[in-house]
């Protein structure tokens, strides 16, 4: 258990929706990052945010958005959902980020059909 | 851009046997970490191993162990006694230093299935 947890684990929705994932990072992490993982790019990633700001953008789509909350938990929406949007999404949370040391999450599988 | 290239797809080993997966990247950064994660069954990604560019000995975690060659740009992962445990797929990952912290390259993978 990486101590990250991301819900809902499975998620199943029709093209054009708009769904949220959302991510718990381990206890003290401030940075938290999104990858999408899918048969055709592979590991690729969005997006990642330190203690609330957006610190890094990767390939994410303009129908994407993500925030991190005072919290730190953070929610990735995406919107107008396309067949190709199917994923594995992951979140992932480091306490320090030169390290390159990643703590992902079990993932959340979305299915558009 | 960094790009990291895994030209193995797929891989097998007999169980307590030793195997090594490649990796080669590309980079024009001089500092620049590199990693092994592991993705089993269970899909969630695990770090097997990390290397730091400017560390001219190679890594070694256990039964892992990196071939890490800077002018080649070469990664390799040795996985010594091989355990059935060891069946996932594993991706090589680079990391640049300043702006690019955190923010993983990943290769497209290699399956390793360990028979026993």
């Known amino acids: 258990d990486s101590g990250v947890t991301q819900t809902p684990k499975h998620l199943i929705t029709a093209t054009g929706q708009r769904v949220t994932l959302r991510c718990s990072p381990r206890?003290?992490?401030?940075?938290v990052y999104w990858y999408q993982q899918s048969l055709d790019q592979g590991l690729q990633f969005l997006i990642q945010?330190?203690?609330?700001?957006?610190?890094a953008k990767g390939n994410i789509l303009e129908r994407f958005s993500a925030q991190q909350f005072p919290d730190l938990h953070s929610e990735l929406n995406l919107s107008s959902l396309e067949l190709g949007d199917s994923a594995l999404y992951f979140c992932?949370?480091?306490?320090?980020?030169?390290?390159?040391?990643?703590?992902f999450g079990e993932g959340s599988r979305l299915t558009v059909l | 851009a960094q790009t990291v290239t895994q030209s193995q797809p797929e891989m097998s080993v007999q169980e307590a046997e030793t195997v090594t997966l490649s990796c080669t990247y590309d980079?024009?950064?001089?500092?620049?970490?590199l990693f092994w994660y592991k993705q089993p069954p269970s899909r969630q990604m695990i770090l097997v191993i990390r290397?730091?560019?400017?560390?001219?000995q190679n890594a070694t975690e256990n039964r892992f162990s990196v071939n890490f060659q800077k002018a080649a740009k070469s990664f390799s992962l040795k996985i010594s006694d091989s355990q059935l445990g060891d069946t996932a797929m594993y991706f090589c990952?680079?990391?640049?230093?300043?702006?690019?912290?955190?923010?993983?390259?990943f290769g497209q993978g290699t399956i390793l299935t360990v028979h026993p």
């Open positions: 990952a680079f990391m640049g230093s300043g702006t690019s912290y955190g923010k993983l390259t």
């Open positions: 290397q730091e560019a400017y560390k001219q």
């Open positions: 945010y330190y203690n609330g700001e957006e610190r």
């Open positions: 992932a949370s480091s306490v320090e980020v030169r390290t390159g040391e990643l703590f």
């Open positions: 206890s003290g992490d401030l940075s």
């Open positions: 980079t024009s950064e001089n500092n620049y970490y």
